[in-house]
């Protein structure tokens, strides 16, 4: 075994003999063994961090499915620099504690040169700290707000999806103009459910709307029908989200307590992401409104890029595996990873990335960016990055269930999402 | 210097050397470092299940008390290491000691029943308030405020070598317990209580004694863990993470000293390993641990101390 394999300090060779010796049996384990420094030909290692298990499981499989059909075009295009991309994936369990060791094998048992991935955002939260530390680049496909508000480091960023912040402040000036003024809120009761919470009412509050009432919704919840009463009976526009395994009963209860006579629907796609809309029990939907990071069905007016992107995916016209019709996407968020790699890929090249050594200058070059037009890079649309904040800002969709299929209704401007910047990552030192 | 003693203070120096001598890479002076922290957190299980004979399903409320003293504190209070170190033991104290008044009114499953839903209702005050604690995201205790005597907590190998010092201790006066006539109660509690009971020792006494020093030595574990790796977070407070230590105890082996650390370490690179082998990971693991427990029923180290090492604490 080479003794370099597992020294990793500069010690003397008295120490050496006496630690190898010592570590025999130890060192002889696989996983002890060191990866040598990548040579310049060498594949671009990109740890990827998946929710393989846990909460985020429907997610993960198609973040996972995605990201396989990113770096095959990116590969079949040359690659980066003309070094091919390897994917080094792991499971996070959705997990925090486990995310961050997800990142320690990344960076320091495989050598990854970046990482990315992920959407929970507990698991970025918990996972970031061990970058920072680390001092490895961690490029997360989250939503979360954790992001742009500044609570994580300069090695977090966010460039290939916005932020719920974003997303929902965007919606208020829709639902006020079209669906009604007096909203009731129905969210899962922690942080995700009260960014909604907070910044969606403080929005819709800017725009004369007024919210009746809010209604939590613990998070170990299985059964809903008992938070419906708490909807007061003048609600003309329901705003609903609901994430995790119990999105389906909570849609199904939501359209037997109403029946045909609730009050018009708003709600983020994430109550019925990877959820196929022909499941009995869900008709009530119809008619009803969605935000959509990016549009499940193919829409009349999809651009080249979509088409181009769900084919490379493996996603038919409806948000489903074209090998499987009732395997529905989560087309609303997975865009993300696509868009990430490109990111990576562009930020590596503009910053002549040879090495973990330049993984300043990624970082560096990846803040640099702006404008990021509708491409094949892009294919939910164009965006416009913030390099301070570490966060992209872009169109977000809405959509209206017509006949079972989810219709474009709205598109808004980029500028809809901005708000004031709360960081400046590039005030932090490497 | 007697055999039991030599073998445990010949642990720790064991750890000591193999990062002094380099023997770790990175990536598992990472893991150790980690591991030694969870190990506490066994250490404390350990005192009540192994040793009391108190099975517990709701001790991520121990580690949870410890971590959230220590990480609110420095959040919000901008508390020093040192004082929120001081916060999160007297806190655990604390807790454990309202919580075992209460649940030791119960025996058996019920006592299981008991701890599992406070433990429920802490995780969720967790989330309920979580205009302090940020819910289920959590908070990040940026590096700056983890300094401690001037050292950066964060750097890897006073990382290392905080996390062993902290287990150093905890392993030391879980040896302490084992050989002392007080330990030696509580194990007579776990073989029969109420034969204990008719000697003439306060039975009930001693469990609420158990019940502290466990959730302490839980919480402190929770506390240093918050602080060495700069995440609160409430799955922390969540099932699994009343049942890892378990798990951790029963690999290794219950009523062992260091039955806890092997078990930990077992557990994480059975997970780590079987990750780099396949997706299907769980699996494996779970083949594993089925393994284990159909033929070293005690544990790794309760089936040596069976067959061949009696005289292991």
Redesign the interface.
Known sequence: MNKNNIINKNISRRKLMKGVAAAGSIAAMPGFVRYSQAASSAPIKIGFQVHRTGIGAAYGRWYDRTTQAAVKVINDGGGINGRPIEIVAEDDGTDPKRGAEALEKFANQHKCDVAFGTLFSHVVIGSAPRAGELKLPYFVVSEGHHVASGMLNRYTLQPGITDVKSQVQAMAPFVRNNLGKKVTMVYPDFAFGHDHRDYFSAAFEAQGGQILAKVPIPPTESSFSKYFPKIPRDTEVLYHVMVGPAVLTFVKELGEFYGNKSPKLFGFIDSVEAVDLSTPGLEFLDGSYFWEGNPRYAQSNQTEHDKFYRSAVGVDENGASVSDSKDVSTYAHMFGCWETLHIIKNGMEEAGYSGVGDRSKLIEAVESMSNMPLSQAHPQGAKIFNGKTHQTFGHQYITKMTNGKLVLAHTTSIEDTFYPDEVDYTQQSF | MKRDLFIHLGAIALLF??EI???????????FA?ILVLTVYGIGYNVLFGYTGLLSLGHALFFSAGLYAAGLSIYHLDYNVGQALILAFCFSVLVSLVIGYLALRTVGVSFMIVTLMFS?IAY?CI??F?GIT????????Q?SSRVFLSLDL?D?TIRYYSALTVFSFCLVFNLWIARSSFGRVLIAIRENSDRALMLGYNVQLYKLLAVIISGTISGIAGASYGIL???V????AAV?YSIFPLLWVLLGGAGTVLGPLIGAIFMF?LI??A??VT?A??IIVGIALLLVTLFARRGLLGELRYRFFPWIP
């Open positions: 050397l193999l001598l380099g023997i770790f890479s990175d990536y598992h002076q990472g893991n980690r429920q969720l989330l309920y979580g940020r819910g289920d995201e959590g908070i990040v205790i590096q964060s890897p790796f700069g995440y977070g409430a799955s922390f699994p690179y780590d390993y990750s780099d997706d990971y769980m």
